[in-house]
Structure formats: C-alpha cells, structure tokens
C-alpha cells in the first residue's frame, strides 16, 4: 500500500471514532423528576425537565462533584429522585438514579448515587442552582 492509502485510511478512521465516541454525549436528553408522596418510599411523577440548557446545567453541576465513595443509610427516603432520559428512544445509555434529600435546616441539598455508593451534600449556591432547576422555586423560600 502505498502512503497516501495508508494516511486516508488513519483519516477516516479517526472520523468514524470521534463522532462514533460523541454520539450519546451530545444527543439531547430529558430530566425525569419524581417526588416522594407520604412518609413511605412511593414516589410519583413530579416534572419533566425537557430545556436542553437546563438539563446541561444539571449535568454540569453533577459531573463537577467530587463524590465520596460510601455507602449512607439515611433516616428517611429521597425527598425526590431524578433520572437523565434520552430524547431519542432508540438510544440506550446507562440510567443512573439520583436520589436528592433537603437538608434539616432547608438550605442544601444532598445527593446519592446508591448503585455506584456515592454520596455529597452541595454547598449553599449549587443546592440553590440545582433546587431550582430540577424542583422550581427557590430552596431558601422553605424556611
């Protein structure tokens, strides 16, 4: 073969991987927000967060924790639980279950991933920000 075959070839190689790689990063997605009903671990539908900036941000927020890897036993279920969805339903991507508790004094949020043990308590400006976007209204109105 001679090097101009071998150069196209490592070209359209590289092509198909980086877009192949990209393809369920930047396919749009939903946020699924379900709300704890009663004292009891049910939860039923709350929201549908379908603004792809909105959806960004939270995922932005989420993939700049630092995660402590543990496992909690917390003193009651999630406050609400959120899931990331894909728009196209052909897409299967790894659902993740995200599982959000209000803090006693009602000013942060904390969150686990129980499949993965993770857990982290948001400072005070991200439990506001993500509140917001995944639940509407501000955390510090339920004071």
């Known amino acids: 073969m001679s090097l101009k075959y071998i150069l196209t070839l490592i070209v359209v190689m590289t092509i198909l991987i980086t877009g192949c790689s990209n393809f369920i990063g930047n396919e749009e997605q939903n946020i699924k927000v379900q709300k704890r009903v009663d004292d009891v671990n049910n939860y039923e539908d709350f929201k549908v967060i379908t603004n792809n900036k909105k959806v960004q941000k939270v995922r932005e927020l989420l993939d700049n924790i630092d995660w402590e890897h543990t496992k909690v036993d917390m003193v009651r279920p999630a406050d609400y639980r959120f899931i990331f969805q894909f728009k196209n339903p052909d897409i299967n ?13 009602k000013d942060k949020v904390e969150l686990t991933v129980n499949a993965e043990s993770k857990f982290f308590q948001l400072d005070k400006n991200r439990s506001e920000e993500l509140y917001e976007i995944l639940i509407g209204g501000k955390l510090s109105d339920l004071n």
């Open 93 to 105: 991507g790894k659902a993740v279950l995200y599982e959000l508790w209000i803090s006693p004094n």
